[in-house]
């Protein structure tokens, strides 16, 4: 993966390339879909009720619209934290647990501030959030920039780590006594709780998310700083060689990736749960890792591909309910997007259509 | 049959759809079809915690004028709020089942608060003065059948060490485990029970590691309180051991090994419940019951339980069916010499002291922290 940021334009002059970045994802989505519909029939099941039911619950009414912008909301955040380190060529995959250490934070924030206005225990909240998950994922990219560590494994041995330290604070220091037989620590208080998008019932992490995306698009592509990323990331020897501080680019990288996760953390506790306990690990940091891949790393492209993602699994439930199709399946139809996407990898560059006005 | 021509037909038929379920009112839906919606935290074959919700609403699916849609996998986050509002807009569900413990507050709460129509009736017996009326909460006493089905494992044992595959140290398990090794010590006051602690509700390989450590201790008879026991039953049934059920019967699994059970009895509270429900009368917000209410019931016991096990068990049971029966009697001595109920002191069942239960009574090998 990591080799082909360099190549990846901007979006922008160069049409011939943009269009191929967007008709060979869109052949594979419509090959992988193709694909699930023969899978479906295998089952008896007629694929074009499923193209239509899919259809229908992510993005047939203002309510399925709602429910594919809800679920896809904590995934552009937990995609941003794989999205920015793979511009170093890491790869990072504990999102999740930046979520969970996160979410902790934020939590922590909140109940020592039982007086203080809202606004700025939601302030207090999101700070603490974003400084837990990324001294989370800090802690993965210094493992490796000054033990050698590898972060693949280091950043999902942490989410793990974060999980029993969710489970020991939730079970034991923070616990609300009233909270019997499913721990969870004191409500950070209804007035704190964040609200919905105004006209919609979507909370607000949607728009941080898409902050967050297109932040750090512009860091990335359009900053020297993202510029000496992206060279780190093409080729660390070079980069050492023409003096960038590799190791600062790899702190900073992966300070931000995790603030991003903690951020989803912070808004899975403010907007939704309203207290820390063992549902907050509901695996949208696993999701955002297949949102990245999707995306190719492209801190843009993760907000499109989280939409189509959450409105796969909004569809979800509505191909269990009409078709009789268990739960499972959504996975197996992730699981193919998944594939066809990697495998379409190959055919960049390849065809002539796109060749000529791209140089 | 040309991909246009159905697929125009599907989109009228679900517009049609969606124009009926907004236009129809509320109570003038019932009448003729009752939907109903179920969702659950897990799969509904997982051999416990679900498949028995998923039995009582395979007992709905008989009655006539109920449609029921489910669910399955949706985890305690807002996506199940979504779920039930997807229940509502899409099916023109009225009545619906978050049946996982997690899902009641907030987004239970939430839902009930924003469709103050719709009926809402959630599995934990959680309700409060406090929550919406339209919201509902029921559970089950478990622990009665956990009783009789360790008075079964007090006479089966050989080396009187009994074994419990336990997911959280949380009073409801606690009480399950406490229950069993009462009844167990009922047949045989020497037994002990050894506890292990998994940690969450979903553990299949903890839950396979501790069934083996447990075995390896010389337990020969095993019980469970996860989300699935099918690990620890058919584990048990591997090495020889025999197991009591949790949740549903798992006798399929292990036909030889499975003595008894505590099942959930919800194939005979659903059908209870939207009877009411289509009568037009009230479900009661807070409902809970055991063996006498028909809430939970005890499986069928095995070939291998002797005569004189099932006399005592029966025993047992028939007073607890009666209500006659305290668990939870003074002295009871917890596992650390201290006194968790004192001598003349009766706590039964509705005793609210029993839902904050933190203790492991005397015989119990194990720690709640």
């Known amino acids: 993966m990591s080799a082909n940021h360099l190549r990846l334009p901007p979006f922008g002059p160069k049409f011939g390339g943009a269009a191929e970045y967007i008709v060979i994802p869109a052949l594979a989505l419509f ?61 990072i995959i504990g999102g999740e647990g930046a979520l969970l250490i996160g979410a902790l934070a934020a939590t922590g924030a909140a109940l020592v501030l039982p007086s203080a206005p809202p606004l700025l225990v939601d302030v207090a909240m999101a700070l603490a959030g974003m400084a837990g998950g990324g001294l989370w994922i800090m802690l993965s990219g210094a493992l490796r920039h000054y033990r050698g560590v590898n972060e693949t494994i280091s950043s999902l041995l942490l989410v793990y780590i974060a999980l029993a330290i969710l489970n020991f604070l939730v079970e034991g220091p923070m616990r609300d006594p009233a909270s019997l037989n499913k721990p969870s620590t004191y409500s950070v208080g209804a007035a704190n709780m964040i609200g919905s998008i105004p006209g919609t019932e979507v909370h ?59 951020l989803a953390g912070m808004m899975e506790v403010a907007a939704v749960q309203g207290r820390a306990n063992a549902n907050l690990a509901a695996g949208y940091g696993f999701a955002g890792i297949l949102v990245a891949f999707l995306a190719r790393q492209n801190p843009l492209a993760v907000i499109p591909v989280a939409i189509l993602l959450g409105g796969i699994n909004a569809s979800g439930g509505l191909l269990q309910r009409r078709l009789d199709l268990p739960d499972a399946s959504v996975l197996v139809l992730q699981g193919v997007i998944f594939v066809m996407v990697l495998a379409s990898d190959t055919l960049y560059g390849r065809w002539s259509i796109f060749k000529g006005r791209a140089s | 049959m040309t991909f246009d021509t159905i697929s125009r037909r599907r989109l009228l038929q679900g517009t049609a759809a969606l124009g009926l379920g907004a236009a129809l009112p509320i109570g ?63 099916d023109g569900a009225t009545l619906l089942f978050p049946t996982s413990f997690g899902y009641y507050n907030p987004h239970v709460l939430k839902m009930a608060a924003k469709y103050p129509k719709l009926r809402f009736e959630h599995c934990g017996g959680l309700w409060t003065d406090k929550d919406p009326k339209n919201a509902g909460s ?10 009789v089905a360790g008075v079964i494992a007090g006479h089966m044992t050989k080396s009187g060490k009994l074994g419990f595959v336990a997911a959280k140290p949380i009073p409801q398990v606690l009480r399950n485990i406490n229950a069993w090794t009462l009844g167990a010590k009922l047949a ?98 807070f409902y809970r019951g055991g063996l006498k209410e028909e809430i939970v019931k005890v499986s069928p016991y095995g070939a291998a339980v002797p005569e004189a096990a099932r006399k005592q068990a029966d025993g047992v049971k028939a007073k607890l069916t009666a209500g006659s029966y305290v668990i939870f009697k003074g002295p ?38």
């Open chain 1, 31 to 91: 090959s992988s879909l193709v694909l699930f519909g023969i899978f479906v029939a295998s089952f008896g099941k007629n694929p074009l009720d499923l193209y239509f039911y899919m259809y229908q619950g992510a993005f047939g009414t203002w309510f399925s619209w709602q429910n594919t912008l809800t679920r896809a909301a904590p995934l552009i955040l937990t995609a941003l934290c794989t999205a920015l380190p793979a511009q170093l060529g890491m790869v």
């Open chain 1, 204 to 262: 607000w992490g949607l728009v941080y998310g898409l902050v967050a995306a297109v932040l750090s698009y512009i860091l990335i592509y359009h900053t020297v700083f993202g510029f000496a990323a992206r060279v780190a990331g093409g080729n660390i020897r070079a980069a050492k060689v023409v003096g960038l501080s590799v190791g600062r680019l790899i702190l900073i990288i992966c300070f931000l990736a995790g603030a991003a996760a903690g």
């Open chain 2, 138 to 147: 029921y559970f089950g006493y478990i622990d009665e059948a956990q009783h």
């Open chain 2, 28 to 90: 003038g839906a019932r009448a003729a079809a009752t939907t109903i919606g179920f969702i659950y935290v897990g799969s509904r074959d997982d051999y416990g915690y679900n498949q028995a919700h998923a039995a009582g609403a395979a007992a709905l699916k008989k009655m006539a004028g109920i449609k029921v849609v489910e669910e399955e996998k949706v985890p305690e986050t807002d996506a199940v709020e979504k779920t039930m509002e997807s229940m509502i807009n899409l």
């Open chain 2, 332 to 369: 009871v001595t917890d596992n650390k010499g201290g006194i968790a109920i004192a001598s003349g002191v009766s706590r039964g069942q509705t005793d609210p002291e029993l839902e904050k239960m933190n203790y492991l009574v005397e015989g119990v090998v194990g720690a709640t922290s």
């Open chain 2, 188 to 285: 045989n006051p020497k037994v002990t029970t050894q506890v292990i602690f998994t940690g969450d509700w979903s553990m299949p390989v903890k839950e396979a590691e501790a069934t083996n450590s447990l075995i390896d201790q010389g337990v020969d008879v095993i019980t469970c309180h996860v989300d699935g026991p099918k690990t620890v039953v058919e584990n048990a049934a591997r090495r020889g051991a025999m197991v009591t059920g949790y949740h549903v019967n798992q006798a399929v699994l292990a036909p030889k090994a499975y003595l008894t059970g505590a099942e959930w009895n919800w194939e005979v509270l659903y059908p209870r419940f939207v009877k009411m429900f289509t009568a037009g009368e009230t479900i009661p917000n």
